[in-house]
Every structure is written in C-alpha cells, then in structure tokens.
C-alpha cells in the first residue's frame, strides 16, 4: 500500500466501519489557542473537545492531522523516524466508547486491514492498568506473552486529565536489533518500531496530586502515517518510503550524487526531503517567512535546507524543484488539493526566501569559518554571543544553524551572550515602534504623482506607489523592517486635529504588513508607518486593507464625544471656555480648555450628565461640506490655532454642537453608549484639562470601581447604599480608639520607665539606665529616654528598639553626666556601628538607626563600655 492508500484505509475503516466522523486536517496554524506555535499532534487541535470548552460535531471523530515539530531537528536524516513534518493518523472518542473498542479497532486494523503479522505485534500498558492488558489479551491471535508493562505508559500533563496508554509496536527483526541480551520493546535500537498510541483519559489530577475518575471517559489515539508505512512497504526507515523517497531522488539528481553510497551525503539528502516537504505545506497553510514565531520556524526550516545542498555541491537555487516533488507526491491524497491550488504560489515564496538567503550564506559562511580558525588557534571552545548575533542580524543565519555548524565542528555558542544581544534587539525596535515616531521622509516630488493619489473610506484594495527606509526610497520591503508607505488609494484616518490615525493591515500575495498610524505630508499626502511582519513587499504590488474597525470605532467614540463635552462645557460653565488643545486616542479622550478656576464637582457632573442625555437620544451625526464664512455665520466653532481651506468640513449634532473638524466621527451618538469623566486638573495657568473614557473603557471604568465599592461593602459587612454611614462610624470609633491607645501607651511607657529605672546601675560614676524595649517608633523611643533621664540624677539612658527588622537607638544624658565627660553623639556613633547603621547628636541627646536587629544587645553593652572610657 501507498502513503496516500494507508491514509485513505485508515479513515475509512474508523469512518464507514466504526461510526466516526470523519474530518479534513485542521491547519498548522492553530486556531484560538496561544499556548502553541504549531498543531504538532493529532489531538492539539481537538482539545476544546476533550475540555469541554466546546461541544464536539459527534462523539466519535478520525482525523489524518498535518504536524510540525522542531524541538529536535538536529535529528533529522541521522535517525530512521525523526522528521519536522508527519501525519498523525487518530480515532478520538468524547465519552463515547472506551478501551475495549480503542484496543480491539487498532488490532482488527493491523492485523485484517493492513494485515501485520499478528506474532510480531506487541502492546505495552501502564502495570497498574489490569482491565488493557485483559482487554488485549481477548484479541484473536494476540500473544499474551507480547503484554509488556512499561512505568511511563501513563500520560499527563499537570492538574486536569489524564490516563494510562497503550503502546503498540512491531518486531522488524533481529537484523534491526542492537545484539545486546536486554533488546527488546523499548529499546533504543531500530528492531522494535512504535506505531500506535493508545492513551485512555480516565481521570481527572487534582491540584494536590489526586486522581479523582472523569464521568466521561476520552480515547484519544496516535498512529504515524509514515511509520506504518515504512513497516508496510518494507523500508528501512521512514524517508525510503514513497512519502519521501521521491524527493530524495530529486536532490539527489540535482547534485549528481546517489543516495545510499555516503553516510553524511545520505544525512544531507534527507534533510532536504524532510525540509522541503515540511515549508511546501506551512506555506500552503498560510505561513510565511519571517524572523519571529512560526514564520521564524519556517525559515530555519528554509535556510537549513539550502545549507545541506551547499554541503552536497548545489550552487544555484534547487527548493522548488524540490516543491514539485512534494506536490507529486501529494496530488491524488484527500486534504491536499490546496497544495496543487498554491504550488506556483509556494514555488514563488521559497524561490525569494531562497535567493535571500544564498546572496550571503556564502559570505556568512566565510566569517563564520574565519572565527572557528580563530577559535581553534586560540585554543578556544566558545563563540561570544555578538559575533553569533552579528551572522543572524547581518547575514540571516538562524543561531541554530550557527549552534549546529560550530557543533560540528567540536565547538560551543554562548547562547546567553546571544540571547542578551537578541534582547537588545528587540527592546530598540519595541521602543521604536513604540515611539510611533514620524519616519524620515525622502523627497518624493519625482516618485509620487499627488494628483493620482486618493482618500476613500470604503476602499479595501490598492496598489504601493511608494516605500522608504530610514529617509531613502526603496523598492521592496523584507520582514523586521519598519518603513513609510504610499497607497494609490487609502481608506486610513491620517493624524491630525489631536486625533491619533487609523491603525491596520496590509496583506499581499507575499507579505504581511502592520500600520500602527497614518500621517499626512504638508501636500496632504497620506503616508502609512508600517512593520513587516512577514514575508515581504514590493513596490507595484496590490494590497488588501483591513483597517482595525474596533480602534478606529473607539477613536470615533472619544472625538464626537469631546465635541459634546465642549458644547456642554460652554452650556454649563460659560462662554469664555474655549479649547487649547486635546488628544483623542482609541483608549480616551483629553481635552484642554481656557478657565481661570478649577471646574466644580457639581459643573462637572452637570456635564456628564448632559452630554450622556445627548447619546441617549441617539441622534445622527451630520457631516457637510460648505464655505467657511457659511459656516462660520452658522455658528460652526473653529480653533484659532487651525488652518482651513475655503471649503470646510462640518460636524453637527443637531441642536446641540456644531464644529469644523476633518476627524473621524461615529454615525450616531448612541453609538458613545456611555461618557464618563475620569478627572479634572490644571495644566497651566487659566488652562484646565478634562481626561474622558467612552464606550467599552467607560464600562470597564464602571466596572472596577462596582469591584471596589462591592469589595469594600463586603468587608465593612454592609450593604453598598450604607457605606458612607458605616465608614464615618469606623473613622469615629478609630478616632476614640487611637485617643486610648494612646493614654494606655503613655501609661505603659510611665510603668516601663519606672522599672527601667528600679534596674539602674552605677557605671564609673554615673546611673546608667539601659535596655531594650518595645515601642511603636523614635518618637516613643525618645519619650521614654526622657522619661527615665527626667527621674534620675547625673543619669544616662541608654534604649533600643527593633521595630519592622531595623534597629532604633536613644541615647539621653542629663546635664550632671555631660559635666563628667558623657558625650551621647559619640556613644551613639559606636553603637550604631556594632547594628551595621550610623547616627550622631549633642552631648545631651542622641539617635541612630541600623538593620542587625539580632546584635542590639551587644550594642548595649558597647554604649556601657564606652561610656566607662568617657569617665577614666
């Protein structure tokens, strides 16, 4: 049997003869789920079904599911199995049928569809799982001695569902085997080859390591297409199959080499088979190439590739020779025919990444070389992370390729060293782009013909008249660059009028582009600063639009809404209100204005409150072009500050606001929803701004604070309408309490003074009263000094205090003391040291702090020491 063959019985066994729904292959590209980069299992795209999170077509689905995985690329062509690309043949049960059915459908498969020998057949089952190994143990043929208990037959990933699984695996014969007496299942050599997984999701893992049983039990089962399909026709290892092998001939043919001769000449053959089919079908599920997340995949892919046909002699480009072999292959096989829809397209984008990439993998390559003999003449192992970046910024090479070459060569990468530089990286152009700054713009009066350029809200198709880099034109734009772009025609907002520009897409045949803004040239020439994000650009090619409907709808939202705010501003606080600037965002709205004193809590609510009355009536917002006297005679309100042409643009709320603005604005004011004032300040003298939210932020402004005062309720144990009653009840018991506290501490310090004083010692003449005590801080610290120095005659009071882990210490002397020779800024000095902190004063009185709380009692006994040295 074929490839295509084994894929088609498979589906149809599980579909025609076992109930399931049989569904096309989802794409690489996984749908609604963040946490992958690609579908790299049958099951991945699958799991809202086995969650719960959605209700599955039927409960009994078979897939032939494409995937992608390159954690362990460095295998592929050095091992029989590992590829970048495999199909993953599955039968999926949500609740339906269990391990009886899962156990006898893969042995009824094997052994009557596909027809293995049932003696070389062989299951594996987690110890534990007594009801599998009975299960298979029933099955016609099967020897029971081939039951081969394996402690990782149990698959989990954390807290959630989980189960024991089944392995089934075919004995290739002792010519395959390692010879050592332990060969057997599980063994790393090549005689027992793993075709089918069989996992039983029966439990749910709670948090602290339970496993409690699921009410609906899943199958969900694996079984490699180009495994199966090695043992089948025979082959030695997965590439030699017709699912491959074809596309060795190829680059076998296009490098005069002959596969089979030359271990590492074979090792290059088959990465060039596996890579190659593995970009043919990204592209086909709409992967480009790029320098981060999948597109970054493809283009290690890509480049790797084109390396292993250098190192078999192939100077020119060869991939989409290589594309058409893959497309052969593919071209009567079911979930294929957009692979022979794109293979032009295909063709088109490899043979451009291609071309990139051969124009400087020979001079990468030669800088490369020259730091390995540099290395090796040093004696050293370890390429330094930056030269390592300069080959990936300047030259393309992905750091794995480098990492790989340099292994090969018996030496190391400082991938921290890399990764810090790529950091750096990313952080400028995170910042740039951030900056959204206006891109340097070339001169442009002989490229650009203004006359032939348009401004159409509803186009959603144009061609790129113009691109430019860092103020000089080019003619093509290539993923990771940011640029300044020209359309034919633009349905983009350009910045202006304080109101920030549209932001969106722009798609091509070959790239995609991101516009974080729209800006306009002193020609009125709109210009769009853009980010390849992948793939690439050209001049001339024909773009699609799509515009961020949902930025640009906030944006609108906030700029009608600060024409409203202005009118109700002038209804509410007077006419001499007039506007000095504003910023209109899709996040809020900023609006600065002429007053000469702050703005009342009840005016401000007054506005608010106006201005939602007009969006509740839900009035259309009229846009009109006329005259600028008519409409000036009309009442139009205009900023000083603007320039206008003689005809203008006219923005009316009907009966209420009416102004000349060229911005964008909702169709009606309903379309607000909701207008909410978040503050009001000065900003400079007689000019006062307002902050505003609408829309989706007002409600999620509402929102937080209903958290806040539910939060708060709950906690004061009230309901929220009795808030202000129970906290100004709170703040008055506190009030009484502190004022007790405070009589107690007062008391407590008088009782604690008075022992300290019954402890008092002589000390070379002196009574020295010292020790540790507990207080609130220096403040009670020093009362208490006072107290027990106020008490005593020709006295010293030496206190300390850990409170929050740091050290307070006092020192107090009274006036018969500093006569003997005491000095409190100098004892203070030398305790503070022992508790790691510093501190000084008067001979009378000083204070210091540290942070050793541990050594306060050693600073005592200091303070008693140098004072002894004083008095000698």
Request: aromatic content about 6%; proline content about 3%.
């Amino acid at each position: 049997m074929t490839g295509n063959e084994l894929r088609e019985a498979y589906l149809k066994f599980f579909a025609e003869k076992k109930g399931h729904l049989r569904m096309e292959s989802f794409s690489l590209i996984p749908e609604n789920d963040p946490t992958l980069l690609l579908i790299g299992a049958g099951m991945a795209p699958l799991k809202p079904f086995f969650t719960g999170k959605m209700k599955p077509p039927r409960t009994r689905v078979t897939t032939s599911q494409r995937c992608v995985r390159t954690g362990d690329i460095e295998n592929v062509g050095r091992t029989a199995r590992h590829q970048t690309y495999f199909e993953m043949l599955g039968n999926f049960s949500f609740g339906d049928y269990f391990k009886k059915e899962a156990i006898s459908w893969a042995w009824e498969f094997l052994t009557e569809v596909v027809e293995l020998p049932k003696d070389k057949l062989y299951a594996t089952i987690y110890p534990k799982d007594d009801e599998a190994a009975a299960i298979w143990r029933e099955q016609p043929g099967f020897d029971p001695t081939h039951i081969v208990p394996l402690e990782d037959n149990f698959w989990e990933i954390g807290p959630g569902p989980c189960g024991p699984d089944s392995e089934i695996y075919i004995d290739l014969g002792e010519e395959r085997g390692c010879g050592e007496p332990t060969c057997g299942v599980g063994c790393d050599c090549d005689r027992y080859l793993e075709i089918w997984n069989l996992v039983f999701t029966q439990f749910d893992r709670t948090e602290d390591g339970k496993y409690n049983p699921l009410a609906h039990k899943n199958i969900d089962t694996g079984c490699g297409l180009e495994r199966i399909a090695s043992v089948v026709q025979g082959k030695p290892s997965n590439f030699e199959t017709d699912l491959l092998f074809p596309i060795i001939e190829y680059a076998a043919a296009k490098a005069g080499v002959e596969y089979g001769k030359d271990a590492e000449t074979d090792v290059s053959l088959k990465v060039i088979a596996d890579h190659a089919r593995s970009m043919s079908i990204m592209i086909m599920d709409g992967i480009l190439p790029s320098n981060e997340g999948r597109g970054y995949v493809l283009r290690r892919i890509l480049r790797r590739a084109v390396r292993h046909g250098r190192l078999l002699g192939i100077k020119d480009t060869f991939l989409t020779g290589a594309v058409d072999a893959v497309v052969k292959i593919y071209q009567d096989a079911s979930d294929f025919g957009a692979l022979v829809a794109k293979q032009d397209y295909i063709k088109k984008v490899i043979l451009l990444e291609e071309e990139r990439f051969q124009a400087t993998l020979t001079q990468g390559m030669e800088l490369l070389n020259e730091h390995m003999e540099a290395l090796k003449k040093e004696g050293g192992k370890v390429l330094g992370g930056a030269d390592a970046f300069k080959l990936y910024d300047t030259f393309g090479f992905p750091w794995e390729l480098t990492e790989e070459i340099l292994h090969e060569n018996g030496l190391e990468l400082d991938e921290k060293g890399f990764e810090a530089e790529m950091q750096a990286q990313r952080e400028r152009a995170r910042s740039a782009r951030k900056a959204n700054q206006r891109v340097a713009v070339p001169d442009l009066r002989d490229r650009v013909d203004v006359t032939k350029l348009r401004q159409d809200e509803s186009a959603v198709e144009a061609k790129v008249v113009c691109i430019w880099k860092d103020g000089v034109l080019v003619d093509e734009l290539k993923d990771g660059e940011e640029a300044g772009i020209i359309l034919d025609v633009t349905p983009f907002y350009a910045e202006g009028g304080g109101q920030v520009g549209d932001a969106g897409l722009l798609i091509s045949e070959l790239g995609r582009v991101q516009v974080s803004n729209a800006k306009k040239l002193p020609d009125g020439t709109v210009y769009h600063v853009s980010y390849m994000e992948e793939g690439m650009l050209k001049v001339g090619d024909s773009v699609k639009i799509e515009i961020d409907s949902v930025r640009k709808l906030a944006s609108a939202r906030n700029h009608t809404a600060t024409h409203l705010m202005q009118a109700a501003l002038k209804k509410v606080v007077g006419n001499q209100v007039n506007q000095a600037g504003s910023l209109v965002t899709p996040e809020r709205l900023r609006f600065d204005f002429s007053n000469f004193e702050p703005v009342t809590e009840q005016q401000l609510a007054d506005v608010e409150e106006l201005v939602n009355e007009v969006i509740l009536k839900g009035q259309d917002v009229e846009i009109s072009h006329m005259k600028q006297d008519e409409a000036r005679e009309k009442g139009a309100m205009a900023l000083f500050s603007e320039k206008y042409g003689d005809i203008v643009r006219v923005v009316t709320v009907p009966g209420f606001s009416m102004e000349l603005c060229g911005g964008s604005h909702v169709k009606n004011v309903g379309q607000i929803g909701m207008f909410k004032i978040v503050s009001e300040t000065g900003v400079a003298a007689g000019v006062r701004r307002i902050e505003a939210v609408t829309g989706a932020a007002a409600l999620a402004y509402a929102k937080k604070n209903e958290t806040i005062v539910r939060e708060a309720s709950e906690l004061l144990k009230c309901h929220a309408d009795d808030m202000t009653a129970r906290i100004t009840t709170l703040v008055d018991e506190n009030k009484q309490m502190s004022q007790k506290l405070d009589e107690v501490r007062k008391a407590q310090e008088k009782e604690d003074a008075q022992k300290l004083l019954s402890d008092a010692v002589e000390t070379a003449g002196v009574n020295l009263v010292k020790g540790t005590v507990n207080v609130g801080g220096m403040d009670e610290l020093r009362e208490m000094a006072d107290l027990a120095c106020d008490k005593l005659e020709n006295g010293v009071a030496v206190l300390g205090a850990a409170i929050d882990g740091k050290v307070n210490l006092v020192v107090k002397a009274s006036k018969e003391a500093v006569k003997k020779g005491v000095h409190a800024g100098k004892i203070i000095k030398e305790m503070a040291a022992v508790v790691g902190g510093g501190g000084g004063g008067r001979p009378d009185m000083a204070q210091a702090g540290g942070k050793f709380a541990e050594k306060l009692p050693e600073a005592i006994e200091k303070a008693e020491a140098v004072i002894k040295e004083q008095l000698k």
